[in-house]
């Protein structure tokens, strides 16, 4: 099986990396991690790439005196390594309307809210704050706006009455490492491309049932 080769960009712990990871070691699983490259040196995503015996690059953004040399500087890297898909995870700098483009319908992102709901940061906080009854987590191929893009999968995540943004964060999370691997799988086996601002899928059931909360007795 020819598998399509990953780029995954990270810049901190790299959970969801991990469970990238996880998965491309099954032998029938239809992509391979070539590169794990961090913008953050210290980042333990870096540490979970090395253990898993995976080229990982330290791409500094400190170390550039500008944003497209930072980015050119990638590319690079994501080219040497030959990669077919970038996967954004985790991955903290935004990217040049130039680097998203060289990438289009090639790079994806998982964000941790409905979009196009709470783009940017402090989502949880936010969709509490607000009183919304789900949270939940996206996948995306990448434009050049933030958090913007043709969606590939999303999980919605009842918010409890209790809830903090810890714990919301840490139920969306368990999600977000069940979908990566799904989106990827999806995109690797050729059953989701884009048209237009949508995705459309082959022969997968997209009925899946509704949910509401507070639940109806
Ligand atoms: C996740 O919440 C993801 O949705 C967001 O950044 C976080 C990365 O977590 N884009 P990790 O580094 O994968 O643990």
Same mark, same amino acid.
């Given at each position: 099986?020819? &598998?399509? $080769? ?11 990396? @991990? !469970?990238?990871? %996880?998965? /491309?070691?099954? &032998?029938?699983?239809? !992509? ?5 490259? *961090?913008?953050?040196?210290?980042? $333990?995503?870096? #540490? ?9 690059? /330290? ?9 497209? *040399? ?5 590319? @690079? /890297?994501?080219?040497?390594? %030959? ?11 935004? +990217?040049?309307? %130039?680097?998203?483009?060289?990438? $289009? ?7 941790? *809210? ?30 050049? #706006? ?7 999968? @999303? ?7 209790? #809830?903090? #943004?810890? *714990?919301? !964060?840490? &139920? ?13 799988? +999806? ?11 949508? /995705?459309?899928? $082959?022969?997968?059931?997209? %009925? ?10």
């Amino acid at each position: 099986m020819r &598998k399509l $080769k990953l780029g995954v960009m990270i810049s901190g712990s790299g959970t969801n990396l @991990q !469970a990238l990871i %996880d998965a /491309c070691v099954q &032998k029938d699983y239809p !992509a391979q991690i070539a590169v794990v490259i *961090s913008n953050r040196p210290g980042a $333990k995503g870096l #540490e979970r790439a090395k253990d898993a015996g995976i080229d990982a690059i /330290c791409v500094d953004h400190t170390t550039y005196d500008d944003r497209a *040399s930072f980015e050119d500087a990638i590319h @690079q /890297c994501l080219k040497d390594h %030959d990669v077919g898909l970038v996967c954004l995870a985790g991955f903290m700098r935004i +990217l040049n309307a %130039d680097f998203v483009n060289r990438w $289009k319908d090639r790079m994806i992102n998982i964000h941790p *809210s409905l979009l196009p709901s709470y783009k940017g940061l402090h989502t949880h906080a936010r969709a509490i704050e607000d009183g919304v009854r789900f949270g939940g987590c996206t996948i995306h191929f990448v434009r050049p #706006e933030m958090d913007d893009g043709p969606i590939i999968m @999303q999980a919605a995540v009842p918010i409890s009455e209790a #809830e903090t #943004e810890d *714990s919301l !964060a840490a &139920k969306i999370l368990h999600y977000e490492h069940e979908m990566y691997p799904t989106a990827v799988r +999806l995109i690797a086996e050729g059953n989701v491309r884009v048209s237009a601002r949508k /995705c459309v899928f $082959k022969d997968i059931d997209l %009925d899946t049932a509704g949910l509401i909360s507070p639940a109806i007795k």
